[in-house]
């Protein structure tokens, strides 16, 4: 009796954690990836910066680049002077 016991308790405890392990599943969020400067400017007017110690090369611009490691890393081919900031103005 008492080995029918653990055999069942023990068939229990791998098939419950069985079902709850293989459920969880973390979803990264999906950033945006925009075709242009133009269409990226609409929504982050100074661009997109990778870091925060970011130096602009370019000059003189008017706002200030949202900053942003995963926004910059998904529309890097936006970034044509290569100074880690999208399409500053």
């Known amino acids: ?3 029918l016991f653990a055999a ?18 973390e979803a ?7 075709k242009n400067c133009k269409a990226l ?7 997109v910066a990778r870091a925060k110690s970011v130096k602009n090369k370019g000059g003189k611009t008017k706002y200030k680049p949202y900053v942003s490691k995963a926004l910059y890393d998904a529309n890097k081919k936006l970034d044509r002077d290569k100074d880690k900031i999208a399409c500053e103005r």
Do not use: Q, R
């Open 28 to 34: 990264k969020p999906k950033v945006k990836t925009y």
């Open 41 to 47: 400017n609409k929504v982050y007017k100074g661009g």
């Open 8 to 25: 069942l308790l023990s068939l229990g405890l791998i098939i419950g954690f069985s079902f709850s392990a293989g459920g969880v599943v």
């Open 1 to 3: 009796m008492k080995k």
